[in-house]
T-cell receptor, first 113, second 111 residues
Framework: AQSVAQPEDQVNVAEGNPLTVKCTYSVSGNPYLFWYVQYPNRGLQFLLKYITGDNLVKGSYGFEAEFNKSQTSFHLKKPSALVSDSALYFCAVRDHSNYQLIWGAGTKLIIKP | DVKVTQSSRYLVKRTGEKVFLECVQDMDHENMFWYRQDPGLGLRLIYFSYDVKMKEKGDIPEGYSVSREKKERFSLILESASTNQTSMYLC??????????FGPGTRLTVT
């Protein structure tokens, strides 16, 4: 069965430190992977995607993600966290059979000053 | 920039009422989606549409229906609202093979 796992409900990071939000997936075929961010009482905003090519993908707001095929992971990273990065982050993978997205449960990122 | 708008940010309805949630996108996207988001449950797909007048059930279609008469507009209908439909409703649109773009959401409370 196709699935996405975000193993951490919450991640706490001090401002200025690097951050990582983890995502692993299970999908048949080549994965199309996405990261979204949601600020309180707002819709989701697209951050970045991996379709093919370089395993390190750069996206909005200084975020990047590393695709690792052997570990079936797509972790979101940022070298230096900002308090304004505090939000809910969702990982998703495309189901090739119907073009829908399979969503992770979300990870709450808290950046402390 | 892609823009997806939803008719209301906050809505309060009574049990048994018929509720219409409207979503409009301005990028000529083929696909449109309705999700609900609840704490601890993530995003759950209610219905999606890949073309005008076409619709497909998602994971939780019970108690909902949809309408897509024009390409840019996708409506979610709660035929008889119930308290367990209190939730955040998110609309999204996409080209066939690419990322989805979301509206700001409608927080619906059914009393």
């Amino acid at each position: 069965a196709q699935s996405v796992a975000q193993p951490e409900d919450q991640v706490n990071v001090a401002e200025g430190n690097p951050l990582t939000v983890k995502c692993t997936y299970s999908v048949s075929g080549n994965p199309y992977l996405f990261w979204y961010v949601q600020y309180p009482n707002r819709g989701l905003q697209f951050l970045l995607k991996y379709i093919t090519g370089d395993n390190l993908v750069k996206g909005s707001y200084g975020f990047e993600a590393e695709f690792n095929k052997s570990q079936t992971s797509f972790h979101l990273k940022k070298p230096s966290a900002l308090v304004s990065d505090s939000a809910l982050y969702f990982c998703a993978v495309r189901d090739h059979s119907n073009y829908q997205l399979i969503w992770g449960a979300g990870t709450k990122l808290i950046i402390k000053p | 920039d892609v823009k997806v708008t939803q008719s209301s940010r906050y809505l309060v309805k009574r049990t048994g009422e018929k509720v219409f949630l409207e979503c409009v996108q301005d990028m000529d996207h083929e696909n449109m989606f309705w999700y609900r988001q609840d704490p601890g449950l993530g995003l759950r797909l209610i219905y999606f549409s890949y073309d005008v007048k076409m619709k497909e059930k998602g994971d939780i279609p019970e108690g909902y229906s949809v309408s897509r008469e024009k390409k840019e507009r996708f409506s979610l209908i709660l035929e008889s609202a119930s308290t367990n439909q209190t939730s955040m409703y998110l609309c999204a649109s996409s080209l066939v093979q690419y990322e989805q773009y979301f509206g700001p959401g409608t927080r619906l409370t059914v009393t």
